[in-house]
């Protein structure tokens, strides 16, 4: 076989938790999440299903009701974090967009983050992609250093046992908490000022 293990998911419906159909107008194709689709190819597209007068009529109200706008481009990225996120629900993924810009503002942030790094590590002649923890001095660590790096471990930790047994929604998880609260939220909030030349700041 191809595979040697196969993690089969529950059925995923809409965000009230219906059984996807034409009919009702709340089929959500993976790929309008992906590129992006307005309300007028939605539309589009439940035409060209095979439906009763009545059926299409029905779904296209429907369809106008959930999703006036139609759908933003979210990614390929925000789209399968919601599918790990989403594994915590045993009996039904409730597919909501809601939770899928949710990610898709992670996934930026995740972005504006690395990009932050390899900016001012340029700056200072480093090159972040080949700078490695083993690498740094221990004794020149700040205790924002220190702090973050008993997070990530923790972090680390709580990741492998949770992909380790399966649990693919906590691993998810614990990488966003991590990214958003430790790194972003604390980490680099407390180099800023250091980063931006305040020299009473990196003194302390």
Not at 18 to 47: F, H, V
Not at 59 to 87: C, H, I, W
Not at 94 to 105: E, P, V
Not at 152 to 170: D, F, P
Request: charged letters at 20%.
């Amino acid at each position: 076989p191809p595979f040697s293990t196969v993690l089969l998911h529950p059925m995923v419906r809409d965000a009230q938790g219906r059984k996807m159909s034409k009919s009702l107008g709340n089929i959500i194709d993976p790929m309008d999440i992906i590129n992006g689709a307005e309300l007028s190819q939605l539309q589009k597209t439940l035409q060209n299903g095979h439906m009763t007068e009545q059926e299409l009529d029905r779904g296209m109200r429907e369809l106008k009701k959930l999703y006036p706008n139609g759908f933003q481009s979210f990614g390929a990225d925000a789209l399968r974090f919601t599918l790990l996120v989403y594994t915590q629900q045993t009996q039904q993924i409730n597919m909501s967009l809601d939770t899928i810009r949710a990610s898709y503002h992670f996934c930026n942030k995740l972005w504006n983050t690395f990009r932050f790094i390899h900016m001012h590590a340029a700056n200072l002649g480093l090159d972040a992609g080949q700078t490695c923890i083993a690498d740094i001095d221990q004794n020149q660590m700040s205790v924002f250093d220190r702090a973050l790096l008993s997070r990530l471990h923790a972090m680390l930790e709580t990741y492998h046992q949770a992909m380790s047994t399966y649990r693919l929604a906590v691993a998810a998880e614990a990488v966003r908490e991590f990214v958003q609260r430790d790194l972003c939220d604390r980490y680099i909030e407390a180099c800023k000022p250091a980063l931006y030349g305040n020299c009473n700041v990196t003194n302390q």
